[in-house]
């Protein structure tokens, strides 16, 4: 895969042959990473000086360490000194009308029901300035700051609430953490950062969508989520939609604390651009996902539908510390195409009477490759911790590939832990009595996928339910025959 | 813990000190010498494992730091007399005993009963007369060197049992290799290599036990390769009862032909450290192998097996059910790895491990893995880890059991299901007393921590 | 009295669940406790074989003039209480006769009694078989593995049988039987019914009573015993239902 690389080169060297250029008026810098680059990101952010500070400890942290090496995914190396690490908002090129669009993206558009405005928004088509989610975003606003809540960017939570961000960024996942981790603490250069004082139940469902200025997902974003005792809050990340986005690597953090009795439920869509059909191209996805259960019977819920990008590597996990704190991982990921994806959780049981549930359902489809890879831990003093783990992967056609690779660790014998794996296709059966009935394959199968995954959609907030099972029905279009 | 920087030296240093006793005591045979060379580079080649490896990221292997293994390269053993083994037979012995002390075969403890004809059974270093040509081109046919320690039994090999039956011969009640180690003065370390091969449609059962003669210091270090022929069937039983302070490492390397049934019980319940590594290859079509296991940790016992079925062609069936027993300080690592290759459709494999935990300060780290490439498959596994269900416990006791007795009964229980797995009668009984007596005899944990 | 239980209470996991209950058993009568599901029917006979997690908070459980609370399910085991389970629990890899003849020696040991041989033992078994129709081969498999849900209830009776308790509690023993499985294992109880022996039958049904005639019938709801009679209260529940009595339980 060569030619990958080539891409990588050839779409971060695109514009930027100015050569180095210290003008802070500059939207974009070269590509290359030194600590000159993360000042000048930390200058242009505007950022208090230990932010700074954490940053380049973080680089310097970096520096000393090697890129993963993951047994069931393959990709070429990546040159991170190959990469821009500074760009501004609205790199995409401007597009005239939604003539000018690829009618097959439209076409998904079409199908996933998706307003006008909203399909220029996505496909980079200029829209007037006064876009229907601006206003809708205004009254949110207003509705959560009576509430008390913080929901801004993570720039503005630098500036704004210095020692809010300050006590808990990177309290979860440190920049030592892991080689991406390391590197999004040294650049990140957007993100979300949300508060929610105690006893305070988040009015609606907070989503990076309608945050103004997020429209474009950053390359290495960065979300802390931060739920005071007795809160609640249930965010929502990503969108449908599938987003076309020209940097090829991805490395994001999320961090969530969760107080004593607080609740997070953290969903996630994503649906990045997956590369052609030959396997060229598409986002490698390397996210670092935590949330830490600090605090008694607080509980995090991690639910995530992973349709697109070329390489998903990601395990959101948590740190249930408190006693009697619960830990939820719901998954579906698609994979097709020469679509890899390497995902899973990490429950660590740290508490007494700690509980934690995952349900993953892999669907595997033409070349695709698939592994859940999960570490279910119970530390000595868990007391009468709880997991259950339920992997199903299922296969659509005979080049795929699905793996289960689960690491369970426990050393207290009050502790229980049960673990199921399946691997099986659809059975031939339930096609023909399906199509008996008068549907035609693809709807059939994704009749039956669906079904397979209606626990996972199940637990997503119920618009974005919807909007998941049409979803996976066109990402599997074509999986057939 | 193993330190980076003396990772080879112990290795090499086994290997070493083997090839120069080895050069005086026994002539190298020109039919073994490219088994052992092979063996030497891969002992060159390949690093002592460590945590970083995917397939030793659970097994501690700070005992080698803490000992120098020395060779050991003639039997000593002579004086072995049976009366002196009469513990570890069987109560109902089988007519063919091969017997080897600390690596090398004691005829005098042997028991040879006249078989069927077309069995040939026969001894690596030839004490049972001219190892047969047959036997000769089958040794090292199959072993893959998957780590240094089988790369150095290939380099070492001291000997062992080559069993053969021609095509159809149907052997008639098992055959043992009863593995005595004594301790010495010094740790030792030998390396059994035994080859099993079965000729289409042959069907055998085999006994393989090691056991500890007293509670000596030694290393085992086995590579045993098993081929099975179309339509053959062989019953495999393998008991390690080693002493309380051996480490032992087993290789079982089984490649299985068309419809073939493999059947293996595995009982590793001695040793202060004992690894079990388990390959299936199906190499033909319609083949069967059905695994059971129990491993016992007790006290500071570490007890690890690691299985690697390879589906590699169509319509094979496997079952793998694993179970460990943990008390007192003791440690299980199970890693089960099933991999279906791309045309292997139609694979039906189900695999099982359960963990029992009867102490605080015991550990269980488990890895059951699926690697699947196949689309038409029917796969599965499970897992769990958890204490002894307080209602099987209650159940007993309100039948005035007391609860002690009814621990011992619910773990028994939990073995016996994977001892009933075993041909002989005689052996499952040995496994069950052994494992009675160490169960009540472990010590009890200290307070909770 | 054989058993005297005076304003009993207990918890599970922290809920009130009996809530002063009083209930006297002479020897050889037999009572049936009957009631709604959830009135705490199965709760006291977990109780009286002695459960984890079953917490006396007040009242007293005399057997035979002593205490019962405190006691392990073993100790009371010994001292001739026998629960024979709603549902009973699968051993696997336990082996049935093992089983049993574990349980009698155990039992007889505690009492100060000489354990039985393998041969007397067999012996006594092969007799108890006979009496409940159980295949021998039921013995040879791990306990209630694989049972069918009459099998089992068959091996709870063959347990009393062998056991010979001097008070045997059936916790909803009727439960998942057909007509000809009620039968056996009702003939079974019906041959142990002794002078010396109570029983307290706990169902939801008044079927089971067409097959073993109790002395005495009480009614539990909602922790207590609310209505007692004879045979002909179950009748009358049969006819009017449960609901009958919570109605006049409120009116109260």
């Known amino acids: ?481 | ?449 | 009295m054989m058993l005297s239980i005076k304003n009993l209470k207990a918890q599970v996991e922290g809920k009130e669940i009996i809530k002063g209950l009083d209930l006297q058993v002479g020897p050889g009568e037999v009572h049936a406790i009957m009631g709604p599901n959830g009135s705490g029917k199965s709760t006291l006979a977990h109780i009286l074989a002695g459960r984890d997690g079953y917490d006396v908070t007040d009242g007293e459980i005399l057997f035979e003039g002593r205490s019962l609370i405190g006691l392990a399910p073993e100790e009371r085991a010994s001292r001739g209480i026998f629960l024979a389970f709603q549902y009973p629990v699968e051993l696997p890899g336990v082996n049935n006769t093992h089983f049993l003849k574990e349980a009698l020696n155990a039992q007889r040991k505690a009492r100060g009694e000489p354990e039985l041989d393998s041969v007397a033992f067999l012996k006594l078994i092969r007799e108890k078989l006979a009496m409940v129709s159980m295949s021998p081969e039921l013995l040879k498999r791990p306990v209630n593995a694989g049972f069918s849900g009459g099998e089992k209830k068959r091996n709870e009776i063959l347990q009393m049988a062998l056991l010979e308790p001097r008070l045997a509690i059936l916790d909803e023993t009727d439960s998942g039987l057909d007509i000809d499985a009620l039968k056996t294992v009702s003939d079974g109880v019906n041959a142990l019914r002794s002078p010396d022996r109570s029983v307290i039958l706990v169902t939801h049904y008044q079927r089971l009573l067409d097959y073993i005639q109790p002395d005495f019938v009480h009614v539990l709801a909602g922790g207590r015993i609310v209505r007692s009679g004879d045979k002909g209260l179950a009748k009358e529940l049969e006819a009017k239902g449960y609901g009958w009595l919570s109605g006049q339980d409120e009116a109260a």
């Open chain 1, 1 to 481: 895969m060569s030619s990958t690389s080539k891409q990588v080169d050839a779409l971060v060297e695109r514009g930027y042959e100015h050569g180095f250029v210290t003008d802070i008026e500059t939207d974009v810098i070269p590509p290359g990473l030194d600590e000159d680059v993360i000042r000048f990101i930390s200058q242009r952010k505007q950022e208090p000086e230990w932010v700074l500070e954490y940053r380049l400890k973080a680089f310097r942290h970096w520096l000393g360490m090697t890129p993963p090496v993951w047994s069931s995914v393959h990709y070429p190396q990546i040159d991170f000194q190959a990469i821009s690490y500074f760009a501004a908002p609205t790199k995409k090129p401007v597009l005239e009308s939604l003539d000018q669009v690829d009618p097959e993206l439209l076409r998904t558009y079409e199908k996933l029901g998706i307003p006008l405005e909203e399909q220029k928004a996505l496909s980079g088509v200029a829209v007037d300035a006064v876009f229907d989610s601006v206003s809708v975003a205004t009254t949110f606003r207003k509705n959560l700051a009576d509430a008390g809540v913080i929901f801004c960017s993570i720039s503005e939570a630098a500036r704004e609430h210095p020692e809010l961000l300050r006590e808990y960024l990177g309290s979860v996942v440190p920049h030592t953490d892991n080689f991406y981790a390391a590197l999004n603490a040294a650049v990140f250069t957007d993100g979300t950062f949300v508060y929610i004082p105690r006893g305070v139940r988040c009015p609606m469902e907070l989503s990076t969508y309608f945050r103004i200025n997020a429209q474009n997902t950053g390359q290495f974003e960065r979300t802390l989520i931060v739920a005071e005792e007795g809160s609640h809050v249930s965010y929502l990340e990503g969108c449908t939609a599938p987003q076309r986005d020209e940097n090829q690597l991805h490395a994001a953090v999320v961090e969530l604390v969760a107080m004593q009795d607080a609740q997070i439920k953290y969903s996630t869509v994503q649906n990045w651009y997956p590369g052609d059909a030959q396997g060229k191209g598409g986002i490698y996805n390397f996210v670092t996902k935590r949330g830490d259960c600090r605090g008694a019977r607080s509980k995090i819920s991690w639910t995530q539908v992973e349709t697109g990008s070329a390489i998903t590597w990601k395990y959101p996990s948590c740190l249930l510390r408190g006693d009697d704190s619960v830990g939820e991982f719901y998954s579906v990921a698609v994979t097709k195409g020469h679509q890899q994806a390497d995902t899973g959780t990490k429950m660590i049981h740290l508490g007494r009477n700690t509980r934690s549930t995952i349900v993953s359902k892999g669907i595997s489809a033409g070349d695709g490759q698939q592994a859940y890879r999960g570490l279910v831990r119970m530390a000595q003093r868990a007391e009468n911790a709880r997991n259950h783990t339920q992997c199903d992967s299922l296969l659509i056609g005979d080049r795929c590939a699905a793996h289960t690779f689960p690491y369970i660790e426990v050393k207290n014998p009050t502790a229980k832990v049960e673990h199921e794996a399946t691997t099986s296709k659809i059975g031939d059966d339930q096609l023909f009595y399906c199509r008996s009935r008068g549907l035609s394959e693809e709807d059939a199968v994704s009749l039956i996928v669906n079904g397979f995954c209606k626990e996972i959609f199940n637990e997503l907030p119920m618009e974005f339910a919807v909007e998941a099972q049409k979803l996976l029905a066109i990402s599997l279009e074509g999986a057939v025959g």
């Open chain 2, 1 to 449: 813990m193993s330190s980076d920087t003396q990772t080879q030296h112990d290795v090499q240093e086994i290997l070493r000190l083997g090839q120069q006793r080895m050069a005086r005591v026994m002539p190298d045979t020109d039919w073994q010498s490219a088994t052992r060379k092979r063996g030497t580079a891969g002992v060159a080649t390949m690093a002592r494992p460590d945590r970083k490896q995917e397939a030793w990221r659970y097994t501690p292997l700070g005992f080698l730091d803490q000992a120098e293994f020395q060779p050991i390269v003639e039997g000593p053993f002579d004086a072995l007399q049976l009366s002196d083994i009469d513990d570890l037979m069987l109560t109902d012995p089988p007519r063919i005993r091969l017997v080897f002390v600390n690596g090398y075969l004691a005829s005098g403890l042997c028991a040879m009963a006249k078989s069927a004809d077309g069995v040939t059974l026969s001894s690596l270093a030839g004490g049972l007369g001219e190892v047969p040509a047959m036997l000769r081109q089958q040794l090292d046919a199959i072993a893959e060197h998957n780590h240094v320690f089988a790369a150095l039994n290939s380099a070492l090999m001291s000997d062992g049992a080559l069993i053969h039956l021609a095509a159809g011969v149907h052997l008639d009640g098992p055959i043992e290799i009863l593995h005595v180690s004594v301790g010495l003065e010094q740790p030792g370390i030998c390396h059994p290599r035994h080859l099993i091969v079965l000729e289409d449609g042959a069907r055998a059962e085999v006994i393989e036990r090691y056991c500890g003669l007293g509670d000596g210091a030694y290393f085992t270090n086995a590579l045993i390769e098993v081929s099975l022929g179309s339509d053959s069937e062989l019953l495999h039983q393998r008991m390690q009862e080693e002493s309380p302070h051996a480490q032992h490492l087993s290789d079982l390397q089984v490649h299985l032909g068309a419809r073939s049934l493999y059947r293996l019980t595995l009982a590793a319940l001695g040793g202060a450290w004992s690894r079990n590594d388990v390959r299936v290859t199906f190499g033909g079509e319609g083949a069967t192998a059905e695994l059971d296991g129990l491993m016992l940790a007790r006290d500071r016992q570490f007890n690890d097996v690691h299985l690697d079925v390879r589906h590699e062609v169509p319509h094979c069936t496997s079952r793998e059910t694993f179970k460990g027993i943990l008390d007192g300080s003791g440690r299980v690592v199970f890693d089960g790895h099933i991999v279906v290759a791309r045309d292997a459709q139609k694979t039906d494999a189900v695999l099982s491990n359960r963990n029992l935990m009867l102490a605080r300060s015991a550990e269980v780290d488990t890895k059951p893995q699926l690697e699947i490439y196949a689309d038409d498959v029917k796969c599965s596994h499970g897992t769990t880890v958890g204490e002894l269900d307080p209602d099987m416990l209650f159940y007993l006791r309100s039948r005035g059991i007391p609860a002690d007795q009814a621990k011992q009964m619910l773990c028994q229980g939990f073995a016996q299901e994977v001892f009933d797995t075993m041909a002989s009668q005689a052996l499952r009984a040995r496994a069950g007393q052994l494992l009675a007596s160490r169960l009540l005899t472990s010590t009890p944990e200290q307070g909770e921590r």
